[in-house]
Structure formats: structure tokens, C-alpha cells
């Protein structure tokens, strides 16, 4: 008798277990998701501010051009 409920209460344990890992994987892959999510848009800002980066660049070459020619 004793031997059907420690396999019965292993049994119960490794359900738990099973289950708390498949909770931590499904709150990892949002995390995960969530991560990237956020790396995307950070990767959009710095386009745009590597944008205005070479803007300024060219600005200051065209107005020292222009300080030469007049």
C-alpha cells in the first residue's frame, strides 16, 4: 500500500513540475517577444537619428562651401 501512494505522489509531483516549467516557458516567450519588441523600436529611433546625424553633417559642409565662396 505504501508503494502506490509514493508512485501516486511521485506522479502528482512531476504533473507540478511539468506544469510550473510550462508556465515559466510561456511567461519567458512573452517576455522574450516583448524584448524585441522594444529592440525593434529602438532600432527605428536610431535610423532616424542617424538621419538627422547626416543632415547636420551636410549642413555644416554646405554652409563652411558657402563661407568660402562669398
Not at 511521485?10 to 506544469?19: C, E, G, I, L, R
Not at 551636410?58 to 563652411?64: A, D, E, L, R, S
Amino acid at each position: 500500500m505504501q508503494k502506490k501512494k509514493s508512485q501516486k505522489t511521485k506522479v502528482a509531483k512531476n504533473q507540478t513540475n511539468v506544469s510550473a516549467l510550462e508556465l515559466h516557458e510561456q511567461i519567458c516567450a512573452i517576455r522574450y517577444e516583448n524584448i524585441e519588441k522594444r529592440m525593434e523600436s529602438g532600432s527605428k529611433r536610431f535610423v532616424r537619428m542617424e538621419g538627422m546625424i547626416i543632415g547636420l553633417y551636410g549642413t555644416i559642409i554646405g554652409i563652411y562651401i558657402l563661407e568660402r565662396l562669398f
